[in-house]
Each structure stands twice: as structure tokens, then as C-alpha cells.
């Protein structure tokens, strides 16, 4: 989870890091997958979060965690020379549902407007496909918009460590991430549409 404008010095500075990891045989597929069931983890304890106080804050946790392991899985392709084609598809399928979990454990769990919820849902997969569909008809669309991954993890995070000590900022903080979210999606739209003319 790295804003494209950081990714290429976040990457310098981790791959010493990571290529130990390569070493013991942990290839970037499995780092992937660790990601999505980590989110599935903050899931749950977004849907769970009234029986332990904990909870809430460990969801923050597990998702700043998801977002490193989604940066570290790309890093260890490169670094050892294993990018492929399905690991990229695998990469971008396991965003979408980490992101589709996170945003459904915070609607199931009752912490924000269930309607404002449904609108940040649907409007996370269009900032991703609007970037896909951009970039399979040849126009690069990285570091486009305010809210991409990185920056709505960031800022969910954020946002549930702050709801240990007010409740009502995640359902707030949701309606903002939303509109920044929609807001992003039609900057890639006039983007897209400026580079075509």
C-alpha cells in the first residue's frame, strides 16, 4: 500500500528487506494471498468489534498490514526475477476483494451508514477499474486522483483508530472517503478524456 508517487523510493529502500524472504522460499503469490486474509481478518474484527475492545484498533493494524504485504509482494517479483502475467492478475483480483471485505466488515459491523458504505464500495472498484481499462487501451493513469489504494487504507486506518476514542468519526470519515473516492474516479474520466482528444 504506496502512493505511486513513493512506490519506486519505498521499493529501494525495502528490498534488501524482502530478499530474505525470497530466500526461504516465500515466492510473491503466497505474499498476495497472506495480504487478502489478513484483510479478511480486519473484516471480522470490524463485524466483531463489540465483544473486545481491541478489536478496533487491530483492525486498523491489519490493514496498514495488508497494504505492506500488497507493496512487498511486487517488490519480491522483481527483486528475484519472478514477475508474471498471472502474478499481476492474482495481485489485482486479491486488491479488489481485500478492498470489497474491509468496506463489508464496516457495514456489517454497523460502524458507518450502511447507504454511504455501499457508495465508498462501489466507488473503490471504479478508481481500480477505471485505472485497468485506462491502461489496457495504453494510457498510464498511475498517480491519478487523490484517492488511490494507498491513500484510502491510509486514511481507514487512520480513521479506525480514531473511532477507539470517537465512534462516529468512521462514519464521518466514510462519507469524506467516498466523495474523495467519486471524485478521483471522474478525474481519471477527464484525464483519460484529455489524453484522447
Known amino acids: ?21 525470497a530466500d526461504i522460499g516465500i515466492t510473491p503469490n503466497i505474499v498476495t494471498v497472506s495480504g487478502l486474509v489478513v484483510s479478511f481478518a480486519a473484516a471480522a474484527c470490524y463485524v466483531y468489534w463489540r465483544t473486545a475492545a481491541y478489536l478496533l484498533p487491530l483492525a486498523g493494524f491489519l490493514i496498514l498490514l495488508s497494504g505492506i504485504l500488497d507493496a512487498v509482494d511486487g517488490v519480491i517479483a522483481r527483486t528475484t526475477g519472478k514477475v508474471t502475467v498471472f502474478g499481476g492478475f492474482l495481485d489485482s483480483v486479491s486488491d479488489r476483494y481485500s478492498d470489497a471485505l474491509v468496506i463489508s466488515g464496516l457495514i456489517l459491523g454497523g460502524l458507518c451508514d450502511p447507504i454511504w458504505g455501499l457508495i465508498t464500495l462501489s466507488g473503490s472498484l471504479l478508481v481500480s477499474y477505471t485505472r485497468a481499462k485506462s491502461e489496457s487501451l495504453g494510457i498510464p493513469m498511475a498517480a491519478v486522483g487523490f484517492a488511490e489504494r494507498a491513500e484510502r487504507m491510509i486514511l481507514l486506518a487512520l480513521l479506525t483508530f480514531g473511532a477507539t476514542f470517537w465512534m462516529d468519526i468512521l462514519n464521518y470519515g466514510i462519507i469524506l472517503l467516498s466523495l474523495l473516492i467519486h471524485i478521483t474516479v471522474v478525474q481519471r474520466v477527464l484525464y483519460f478524456k484529455e489524453k484522447t482528444d
Open 1 to 21: 500500500m504506496v502512493s505511486s508517487k513513493l512506490k519506486k523510493r519505498f521499493e529501494e529502500v525495502i528490498t534488501g528487506t524482502v530478499k530474505p524472504l
